[in-house]
């Protein structure tokens, strides 16, 4: 999966979300290598916990209607995918 550049700061109100609601929200930072989950403080976003797993973001935050898979992949999750399909990437 290919993922677009991204030149807006992580905290701007419309940098790309995979899960947002009114008060949360998960994104994938710019090098694409973890899920950082934002709370909102009036029109700011404010970073809270950094995770480089889907799973343990969804265990840690049970309140969260997250869905039980990413959305988006990270790097490491992408390649890992890759692996257990036998796909070797030319590596």
Known sequence: MYHSPIHLPETHPDY???Y????HRVIVCVDHIQ???QKRKG???HNRSYLSEWEPLC???PRLPLPSESPMLLRHEIARQRRCEGYDGGA
């Open 16 to 18: 790309p979300s995979v």
């Open 20 to 23: 947002a609601d009114d008060r």
């Open 35 to 37: 899920y950082i989950l």
């Open 43 to 45: 029109k700011q976003w």
């Open 59 to 61: 265990r840690h935050n």
